[in-house]
């Protein structure tokens, strides 16, 4: 069996930056996913925010149906790598009824995810925490 170099998230990462991926943002068309997701690491910038936001993230915004959000908290530094589930508010099954397992990384000023495709092609999106202060 071949074994890959582990890779560090923190040193090669792509960037979600999006206004539209903001956890604020209730704006239509609600029709983004992440199903066409390349697996990776990929750090939040910009108008996204600067992470995911830690606290469930209403239906219809991050410009998707059912917005993701991290469940459980971020790393420290120390902890290294760490499994973390993010849930899916799908409205039926309330703030958790998707979810799936991505692995954080805290880099000291920052924060990378390893994030794969999701499972809904234009329903379930990655949010960032931008713009939590303007929920609309």
Known sequence: MLLLPEVDGCTNYKVLSEADRAQGNAESPHDKGDSGLETGWYRFQGAAGDRMPEKCVLRYRCGTVYS???KGPHPTVAEGVVTRKVCYNNGYSGCCGRSNIIK?????SYY???LQ?????YTERYCG???AGKLH
């Open 68 to 70: 993701g959000w991290l």
């Open 104 to 108: 954080v990384k805290n880099c000291s």
């Open 112 to 114: 990378v995810y390893e």
């Open 117 to 121: 495709r999701t499972a809904w092609r």
């Open 129 to 131: 925490n931008g713009g």
